[in-house]
């Protein structure tokens, strides 16, 4: 059975960094597509930044220039480095994998706040 395991959420103050990390556990494959969702509270849960295998990314707009995604497809790994961060971006973030099934995590909450 294949999981998304993620880490790396926690407080940090505004203009901060953290690094998000999530695992695909169980899958002999790598995936075609892993990215990061976010979902904030009485808000729908939305895309952040997704990365195909041959490195192909995109974000939303919001995030542009202050977060980067990358991955390591041995390690059916990836990972959301987040700078600049803003109050805003408090949410919980979900790990996303896709291989002709959707895939999710269970999430790690993202709070941004002096």
């Known amino acids: 059975q294949v999981q998304l395991v993620e880490s790396g959420g926690g407080l940090v103050q505004p203009g901060g960094s953290l690094r998000l990390s999530c695992v695909g556990a169980g899958s002999i494959f790598t995936f075609e597509d892993m990215g990061w969702y976010r979902q904030a509270p009485g808000k729908e849960r939305e895309a952040v930044a997704s990365?195909?295998?041959?490195?192909?990314?995109h974000y939303r707009d919001s995030v542009k220039g202050r977060f980067t995604i990358s991955r390591d497809n041995a390690k059916n790994t990836i990972y959301l480095q987040m700078n600049s961060l803003k109050s805003e971006d408090t949410a919980v973030y979900y790990c996303?994998?896709?291989?002709?099934?959707?895939?999710w995590g269970r999430g790690t909450l993202v709070t941004v706040s002096s």
């Open positions: 990365i195909a295998t041959d490195g192909t990314s």
């Open positions: 996303h994998a896709y291989d002709g099934i959707n895939y």
